[in-house]
């Protein structure tokens, strides 16, 4: 009878009462073939991973992996029948993820997971942790996952990974990988843990040298209590998650103030100019990581015209409007909302001023419905067309946004 074990995240999230997401099994003593006969679909690319008949869960011969070569793809994979459950659970990152339980439930728990689960404590299981960089990133995304828990990273493990930056091997991350975790981490409960752990590590440097930059920026204290912009664009990370759980837009809250890091230091604290000025780190870590375009072109939005949304208020009535066609919100009015959420991040995002209302997002969601309301198709109906029409439209668009202000008085 095949011996099979449930492993990793679904035993972890169990012990810490969160909902399992999935079923991953370990199987010993079997063999590819044997698997085939047993009606059992290959799916791993790497190694042997081959999903149910029936219930389509994973199930992944038990392995070993030995480092050949530097990077994360520098592994030599052995899975075959001799091979221990307790070897399997050993290549294994953190101990709250090398547990396994039997099919009547038995906790197979050989590195104390969960006395690790218990103290709240992300620590590797073994030295082997080291030859995986991919690992660094992963510790990164528990502690986006489970910081707001308790959890931190134990000592020893962090020097391991702050080891490991320093030999260059998160150098040997490829972009996609480095994405892919970002873009989970973003959508963790507590983002700016992510980059946290980096800076802890070493590895933010490396890996978000346009985050890193950021910090001991100064900006002016009246506006900005924290003062250091790295630490407000974490605290604008932070108010993203608290808003929206969509990592667009935390992503364009995380990178709107870019730029801050290329302003002269002769003209610290002020940073005229940041919005144009980030453009190009922007496009560089975007280019960099391949980040897609979407992602793209709401940061970009974020950062040219945040400053102009945070004035809306005291703005005429024409700069609500050209502000509407810059942001593309007549033809995209979907893009809207994500831009207001970032911009009332970011205001937010202040140390002592988290609370704060942000008017600012109402008033400029109400006037872009109030412009919406003038149709383009109507003054086709009455004759206007080319120029005259863009002139019109424009005009009693502006006039509508004027109504409103009249309105609310």
């Not at 709250?96 to 906790?107: H, R, Y």
Request: charged residues 25%.
């Amino acid at each position: 009878m095949m011996k099979k074990y449930l492993v990793g995240g679904a035993i972890r999230d169990k012990f810490l009462g969160r909902a399992v997401q999935e079923r991953d099994w370990v199987v010993v003593g079997e063999t590819p073939e044997s698997m085939l006969a047993q009606g059992f679909r290959p799916v791993g690319r790497d190694f042997p991973v081959f999903l149910h008949p029936h219930t389509r869960e994973e199930h992944a011969l038990a392995r070993t992996e030995r480092k050949t070569a530097p990077g994360y793809r520098g592994f030599e994979v052995q899975a075959h029948p001799a091979v221990s459950l307790e070897d399997d659970l050993k290549r294994r990152d953190f101990t709250i993820n090398a547990m396994a339980e039997d099919e009547t439930g038995l906790l197979i728990d050989p590195y104390g997971g969960r006395q690790d689960l218990d103290a709240r404590v992300l620590r590797h299981v073994s030295p082997a942790f080291q030859e995986d960089p991919v690992r660094i990133l992963r510790a990164a995304r528990f502690m986006a996952r489970y910081e707001r828990m308790g959890f931190r990273v134990a000592e020893e493990t962090m020097a391991l990974m702050r080891g490991m930056v320093h030999a260059g091997e998160v150098d040997a991350l490829v972009a996609e990988r480095v994405w892919a975790e970002l873009v989970k981490a973003l959508s963790e409960t507590a983002p700016a843990a992510f980059f946290r752990t980096l800076a802890a590590c070493d590895a933010l440097q490396r890996l978000f040298p346009e985050i890193h930059a950021l910090f001991g920026v100064p900006q002016p204290p009246q506006y900005h209590p924290e003062i250091d912009t790295g630490e407000h664009t974490l605290l604008v990370l932070e108010q993203a998650a608290r808003l929206s759980p969509d990592p667009i837009v935390r992503f364009a809250a995380l990178t709107h103030d870019l730029g801050k890091a290329l302003t002269p230091e002769e003209n610290w604290p002020s940073h005229h100019g940041h919005e144009t000025l980030g453009l190009t780190p922007l496009k560089d870590l975007c280019w960099r990581i391949r980040v897609p375009n979407d992602y793209r072109a709401l940061a970009e939005k974020v950062m040219r015209h945040h400053g102009r949304c945070h004035h809306i208020l005291e703005m005429r009535a024409s700069s609500v409007v050209d502000l509407l066609q810059a942001l593309d919100a007549f033809r995209r009015p979907e893009w809207l909302t994500p831009f207001l959420l970032a911009c009332q991040a970011d205001s937010q995002g202040r140390a002592g001023l988290q609370q704060v209302p942000y008017p600012q997002a109402d008033f400029l969601g109400h006037a872009h419905r109030a412009a919406l309301d003038v149709s383009a198709q109507g003054l086709l109906a009455q004759g206007y067309e080319g120029v005259k029409l863009g002139e019109e439209l424009r005009r009693r668009r502006i006039n509508a946004v004027k109504a409103l202000r009249s309105e609310q008085g």
